[in-house]
């Protein structure tokens, strides 16, 4: 019992923790006081049957808050043992998905009964937790995958949670072979080696890792592991010359693109087999349930709404296009002025000769290129400036640097503009396409 609350109550999993009836902390010994009371009052034997029941509660990545979590197992639990039980709730934040484990003494608080497992409980107890997500407008698992034997599919199989890679866990072993202080590399290949890594040498000093189950070695090299995990790297860690390398994150699956329906009516036509209408027929069934998932996810309940939303990114969009046009303009015309500025500021003096020298052809004929650099520096000083006070070059300098911060932070919002226009007309002509609607009026084809 111990060995499992200390688990759940693990501080660097632990993100939210609640209970009732009991204190966490002391968890162990308040629900060994209860069937210590008991047995005192029915002359039961306690030690038969289990001593707790743990529940584990998983939710959708990125769907809810720690506390929110938590919360929502404490109303499982609470409504799972009536408030007759003992329980306190843990939420892990560990993996992926943010879950619960939720212990509950299998003695009644008041000593009346104890609980017992009963066929189908699992069952039961998924049909309450769904009930609870779904009132509280989360995710659920319609149809559970199964294993081959019969059981159901662990829950980060379910969501496609993948182990981490060889080259994760060469990472991993390496940072864990370097706390341990070795003292020096060949200490740090001997650790290595100990912990499961089979340590490889190649020509011209080369090393590499064989990580357990994996057939092709990982090497030794920033290029393949990430800055700070050379070989040079890791003797200036055991030297204690730099700091630990820090983990580079695994690459995330990229969201799902939403593309427009295809009309596959219109497809067959030109002659496209049954092979092709079976493959848009369930590449259409993805769309919509891709932009479903988008109506819930930005609670769209209504066609307006999704009109209206559609509409506002299309603004957003073209109202950031206007921005980084007018300010990528404004740079161009400072770099513009600055390099005139400067050709200026280079061909006067050639300029003060000429005229000096009463506009001699033979001096024009000597200096040609440099007086044609300096009349187009006066001519796009005189039209970028239009009469106004030509600014120091510091000034200038600045503005171009400010300018062009200010372009790098809105390319940025124009590509995340442009991604969320381009996703939301989609989803839009998509729900068009399934309702029937073109332009507010119904589509008379399909009628027909």
């Not at 829950?155 to 496609?160: K, L, S, V």
Request: hydrophobic share 35%.
């Amino acid at each position: 019992m111990e060995d499992r609350f200390t688990y759940g109550l693990n501080p660097e999993k632990l993100g939210a923790v609640s209970s009732y009836l009991c204190d966490p902390n002391t968890a162990p010994a308040e629900f060994l006081l209860v069937k210590s009371q008991y047995h005192a009052e029915t002359g039961r034997a306690v030690s038969r049957g289990a001593l707790f029941f743990q529940i584990r509660q998983a939710f959708l990545p990125g769907e809810v808050t720690a506390e929110e979590a938590n919360r929502i197992g404490y109303e499982t639990a609470m409504r799972w043992t009536k408030g007759k039980y003992q329980f306190f709730v843990c939420t892990h934040t560990d993996k992926a998905h943010i879950h619960n484990h939720i212990y509950f003494n299998a003695t009644a608080f008041d000593r009346s009964r104890k609980f017992h497992n009963f066929i189908g409980s699992s069952f039961a107890l998924r049909r309450l937790s769904d009930r609870v997500c779904i009132e509280h407008e989360l995710s659920v698992i319609q149809n559970p995958c199964q294993h081959s034997k019969g059981r159901f599919l662990h829950y980060g199989q379910w969501i496609g949670e993948k182990p981490p890679s060889a080259k994760q866990r060469v990472r991993l072993a390496i940072l864990a072979a370097l706390e341990k202080k070795p003292t020096d590399f060949a200490d740090f290949l001997r650790l290595m080696d100990e912990s499961g890594f089979s340590v490889k040498q190649g020509r011209g000093g080369v090393i590499s890792f064989l990580a357990p189950g994996q057939e092709k070695p990982t090497r030794l090299r920033a290029s393949t592991l990430g800055a700070g995990f050379d070989p040079e790297d890791i003797k200036a860690v055991i030297a204690g010359e730099r700091p630990l390398p820090e983990m580079p994150e695994e690459p995330t699956v990229p969201p799902r693109r939403v593309n427009l329906i295809i009309d596959i009516q219109k497809r067959m036509a030109q002659g496209k087999g049954p092979a092709y209408e079976r493959w848009a027929k369930v590449y259409n069934l993805k769309q919509m349930a891709a932009a479903l998932q988008y109506l819930q996810e930005h609670h769209l309940t209504d066609y307006a709404a999704l009109t209206a939303s559609t509409e506002a990114a299309v603004d957003h969009f073209h109202k950031l296009s206007d921005e980084l046009r007018t300010t990528e303009e404004a740079l161009s015309k400072t770099s513009e002025l600055m390099a005139a500025t400067v050709d200026y500021a280079k061909t006067r003096p050639v300029f003060d000769g000429y005229k000096a020298a009463r506009y001699s052809k033979k001096y024009l004929a000597q200096h040609e290129a440099e007086l044609a650099t300096y009349r187009a520096a006066k001519d796009t000083m005189n039209t970028r400036l239009n009469g106004a006070k030509l600014p120091k070059i510091e000034a200038l300098k600045k503005s171009r640097r400010e300018l062009a911060g200010q372009k790098k932070e809105l390319y940025a919002e124009y590509r995340k503009a442009q991604a969320d226009m381009r996703q939301a007309v989609a989803i839009k002509a998509n729900i068009d396409h399934l309702l029937g609607v073109t332009d507010g009026r119904e589509n008379k084809a399909q009628e027909r």
